[in-house]
């Protein structure tokens, strides 16, 4: 059962992935979500909001300077533990594999806590995936561009109309066992070389 | 046939030398394992990634692992310490503006660290404005033998200045952009700061506690206890990088490795500034040639009692409570016994003993040793305070927090 009372801090330089955690939080039910993108902010951002849980990103260079304000006990009124349970090993896992880390006043009921958990690991690991898709996106482009490079090439050079031109592409790296683009590529740089 | 392959965290600074130099030239596949260098981004993932398992070894900061099984980090994983990576190598670095007030009260630019602190001390004490000084992470050398220059120096490191803590690269920076009055850190970041950003080095470790501890190779002693072997050849590797990285010879070879975009990414010229201990403070250029010691003085041994040193000192400022099992918890993080065994094979003089006391020696002497003859460097404290580990309670007790 989600506890839509506690309230959470995310700290991320990255602002869409930040506010993509910050979303599934919101949606979850919880209503009382800060986001930060400078570490410098917290200790305002702690006295006004009073965090129960706070992410960070792994790799904020910041997080020894996060630590270190908890432990300065007049910083905050209430200890903060890192993690949930110090003995809940596959959580901490998770979440250093998914690259955030999570600190958690301390006395808070695990089962309360789990949830809000659950939803950053599992936002921060979707985050990631759709870096990953966008960079295949952004590469599917890039290979399209060149085959329509190649195309070109052929369409001038041999007067073949479009289809027939992919269809040479297509049949040549099948008979070479190489794939389109690279027969594509191969083609451009040979252009070049010969071209005027 | 493969060899095994052990992955090793380390953070931007001149110590991970002898990591890297086992890497790049191939000690490591000498000694019979393949060595992968993951650069990470703070100390505190350091320590969570190797408590976890992701980093076999990692270059530590030499009260982290004892920090760890005290039970004072997240992740409660034992670890231990079998070998050093050097002496020195880091320094206390000041503003321009907070440089030439202690130039006012006095401070010779000498580096010294007594004269730095007097002077320091007399700004405080006349200044309205709290100085905000910065170290790496709480349970570091730098936090310790920063807060050991102040008290010593008659500075209470709680309420006469704020202690901040900041990664290493960002010192310089945040030093020159007004927001810090100084910093404690390792090369090449006290270098950076007077090269780019007009800083001014106050003093070095090499003054304040001569050929002391810094860093280590840490490892969880679970991975040590079902990997022996690996743990023998990581202790031989640092040790046979040492004896290269020593060398005058290949000093400019070190920086230039180091300098490299993988590792420092800084200028060779910075770089080889600690290695060569030809130091620029900004105020003058001054020879220190153990500003820092990769090797000589048996370097590499992991001293039973500057672990128990690293204790005391957090005992003093609060982080953890004395008892004889903390003592006896903290002492056995480092672990001689198997550096020791590991360097049997290569037949080179070890310490006999895991213990020695700090502060009495003003002069490079002879230790105890197996299997040769070994020469320790001198060992005082600016102070003139000794350390004896058979009496850690009194020396606590000895040493005013203000």
Known sequence: MPSPDLSILIIDENRIRASIIEEGLREAGYARVAVIHDVNEVGRTIALTMPDVIFIDLENPKRDTLEHFFSLSRAIQR????FVDRSDGTMIEKAVEAGVSAY?????KKERVKPILDMAISRFNAFSRLSRELEEARSALEERKIVDQAKGILMKTKGLSEPEAYALLRKTAMNQNRRLIDIAQSLITAANLLGP | MSLPHLTAGFLPLLDSALLVLAHELGIAEEEGFTLGLTRESSWANIRDRTALGHFDIALVLAPMPIAANLGLTPIATPMIAPVMTGLGNNAITVSADLW????????????AAGPAGKALAQVIHSTPRKLRLAVVHQTSSHNYELRYWLAASGIDPDRDVEIVVLPPPLLPEALGAG????????????SVGVANFGARIATTKSSIWQWSPDKAVGMRSDWAEQNPDLVAATIRAVYRAGQWCQDSANHRRAAEIMAGPAYLNQPMEIVARALTGQIDGGVQQLSIPDFYVPHAGAANFPWKSHALWYYSQMVRWGEVGFSAANAAKAAATFRPDLYRAALAPLGVAVPAQDLRIDGAQADKHATPAIGGTL???PNRFFDGQIFDPSAVESYIRSQATS
Do not use: F, H, Q, T
Not at chain 1, 79 to 82: E, N, Q, S
Not at chain 2, 100 to 111: H, Q, V, Y
Not at chain 2, 179 to 190: I, S, T
């Open chain 2, 375 to 377: 020469e320790l460097g």
């Open chain 1, 104 to 108: 958690v006043v301390d006395g808070l």
């Open chain 2, 100 to 111: 030439s007030k202690m130039a006012d009260a006095g401070a010779p630019g000498d580096l």
């Open chain 2, 179 to 190: 927001g810090l009055d100084g910093y404690c850190v390792g090369e090449p970041w006290n």
């Open chain 1, 79 to 82: 200890p903060i533990a890192m």
